[in-house]
């Protein structure tokens, strides 16, 4: 059983900071790829980032330069360092990981950017 729990989110002001972190039941190396994904009220699911299992980092282009995907390997965990935030990235974010074709979820975490 694979679990995936998710910490780090709350309520912000716009331009301020958040950092979120998931942590993984089992070796982060198991997993094709780790990343975070989000849904805001109304809307579809969306990839935010995730970092392949050799490494590199995948970035949609709505949280480039703003937002920061890493994994430490010895703790198997996996952040999201969230900058410059703004009232559009309010949204539910999951950590997802892949596995020979089967995706795992946590149950999400709750980011609020106010203005």
């Known amino acids: 059983q694979v679990q995936l729990v998710e910490s780090g989110g709350g309520l912000v002001q716009a331009g301020g900071s958040l950092r979120l972190s998931c942590a993984i039941s089992r070796s982060i190396f198991d997993f094709t790829n780790t990343g975070w994904y989000r849904q805001a009220p109304g809307k579809q699911r969306e990839l935010v980032a995730f970092i392949p299992g050799a490494g590199g980092t995948t970035y949609t282009d709505s949280v480039k330069g703003r937002f920061t995907i890493s994994r430490d390997t010895a703790k198997n965990t996996v952040s999201l360092q969230m900058n410059s935030l703004k009232p559009e990235d309010t949204a539910v974010y999951y950590c997802?990981?892949?596995?020979?074709?089967?995706?795992?979820w946590g149950k999400g975490t709750l980011v609020t950017v106010v203005s």
């Open positions: 997802r990981a892949l596995r020979a074709g089967i995706e795992f």
